[in-house]
């Protein structure tokens, strides 16, 4: 378990993390969600005792980092894949890692077994793929076998296989009633992994839920109707007190009723149904929607307009 308590950080004027006060449970998956520049890595950071809080605490299993001895079998994290020592071959990293940790050499072999890079053990890290690396630095922090594990980012650079094994393996370490606490940018990923989400913008706690919650009360749940007869449907949908959204050509949206009773509606009247689907938002779309007013970069949505030079020649009639 890791709990947080008032958690922040300051840095000169920027309150980069604004006291922060969740749990994170053993036997899920908990994904950390937030827009760039939210927070995320420096809370990460304060977790694993690499940056001072300014104010508020943090325990890993009830105690702070700095108290723990071997740390790597209480709490094992994937913060920088990159943050490895070229020169050394991925067997000899993790070698010094487990020597530094009193953990036995052969666990390395284990470990690296199970990232699936037995094959490449002797090869120097600099000559590793982003993916390569991102699977050494899973395997760093598995060398401990804790019961607490931190990603942050952990499918960066990985491809389709790489992220399904990534997610297979989250979702297992969790079923083995280790805490799972990980960082991620994609929306899709995070919804097929994480069991609880805590959601942060501009340091501050935004969210501390289960994702089914999240989805639901931040998106429009709504049912979609298409009807070849769809000025009788607007006639009878009206006539029951139910309110449509018109959204163009032949679809209807209706907020607030189920499809069943639409369906029951249509079928007493006899009217043709070409669609009745329930439609609920995605994570992406419930992040978006509750995290708006804390994205600190925002881009435009236009796409550029072409240099003047070409003038409007370079369009095509
Ligand atoms: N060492 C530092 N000195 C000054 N400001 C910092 C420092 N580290 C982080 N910040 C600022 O604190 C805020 C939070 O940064 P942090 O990297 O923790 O966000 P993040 O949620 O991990 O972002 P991203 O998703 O882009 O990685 C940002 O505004 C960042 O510019």
Known sequence: MIELEGLTKRY???VAVNHLTFTVRPGIVTGFLGPNGAGKSTTMRMMLGLDRPTAGDVRIDGRHYDRLKDPLKYIGALLDAKAVHGGRSAFNHLLCLAQSNGIPRQRVHEVLDTVGLSSVAGKKAKGFS?????????AGALLGDPRILMFDEPVNGLDPE???WIRTLMRTLAAQGRTVFVSSHLMSEMALTADRLVVIGQGRLLADTS???FIAHNSRAYVRIRSPQRERLLDVLHGAGITVVESGGATLEVDGTGAERIGELAARYQL????????????????????????EYHA???APAPPQQWG???KKD
Request: charged share 25%.
């Open 211 to 213: 994702m089914a919650d």
């Open 300 to 302: 435009h949505s236009d």
């Open 312 to 314: 409007d020649g370079w």
């Open 272 to 295: 043709v149904l070409h669609e009745l689907s329930p439609q609920r938002a995605s994570l992406e779309e419930a992040f978006m929607r509750l995290t708006a007013e804390s994205v």
């Open 162 to 164: 790489g992220i399904h």
């Open 12 to 14: 000169g004027e920027k």
């Open 130 to 138: 982003l993916g390569m690396g991102q699977r050494l630095g899973i």
